[in-house]
T-cell receptor, first 116, second 114 residues
């Protein structure tokens, strides 16, 4: 079974631009979460989607948004990029059977975003 | 609010020595707890998880962790370090609601000396 895939793997943008990152979860997984990893702030939760609905949101400004499609693939968008947005963006997927036991999250390799 | 504290941003051990990475959590109810490992330029890989079954949890690559409610701890151990264990390790906590939000500790970089 293929793992979580993220595209692109590396991205360079300039301040003020916007960017869209893509995540394809493991086949059959319906929950997709996004995390930002920086040396200063560590790993921080951005948002989680389940069945095309945002189920939870972290403490990030409105410039950060996401969505999930009917095939569970997810995208996140960052508008008006700032230098501080330079980070590794990780996507994770989970099986999430309603009423079932907790299912662990499987992480993708991440997208390394550099803002110049 | 839930939180995780990892003591020691860097831990250095000799090959063959015991590995002990510390994690303490804060939660009003027993949470789910996890240890993840991250190798350079890669994502996170789950080592083990605690979801209220046995308090001693065995994971991959010879790692294990013990959930101690009285100490609010979930320390990660491995009896004998291998060079390939050199990586960054993250402890994480999740609530028992329907969300899969993980709150991570700041990470501990494990260095293994030959």
């Amino acid at each position: 079974k293929a793992g979580v895939t993220q595209t692109p793997r590396y991205l360079i943008k300039t301040r003020g631009q916007q960017v869209t990152l893509s995540c394809s979860p493991i086949s059959g997984h319906r929950s997709v979460s996004w995390y930002q990893q920086t040396p200063g702030q560590g790993l921080q939760f951005l948002f989680e989607y389940f069945s095309e609905t945002q189920r939870n949101k972290g403490n990030f400004p409105g410039r950060f948004s996401g969505r999930q499609f009917s095939n569970s693939r997810s995208e996140m968008n960052v508008s008006t990029l700032e230098l501080g947005d330079s980070a590794l963006y990780l996507c994770a997927s989970s099986l999430d059977i309603v009423g079932g036991p907790y299912n662990e999250q499987f992480f993708g390799p991440g997208t390394r975003l550099t803002v110049l | 609010a839930q939180s995780v504290t990892q003591l020691g941003s860097h831990v250095s051990v000799s090959e063959g020595a015991l590995v002990l990475l510390r994690c303490n959590y804060s939660s009003s109810v027993p949470p789910y707890l996890f240890w993840y490992v991250q190798y350079p330029n890669q994502g996170l890989q789950l080592l083990l998880k605690y979801t209220s079954a046995a308090t001693l949890v065995k994971g991959i690559n010879g790692f294990e962790a013990e959930f101690k409610k009285s100490e609010t701890s979930f320390h990660l151990t491995k009896p004998s370090a291998h060079m390939s264990d050199a990586a960054e390790y993250f402890c994480a906590v999740s609530g028992r609601d329907s969300s899969y939000k993980l709150i991570f500790g700041s990470g501990t970089r494990l260095l293994v000396r030959p």
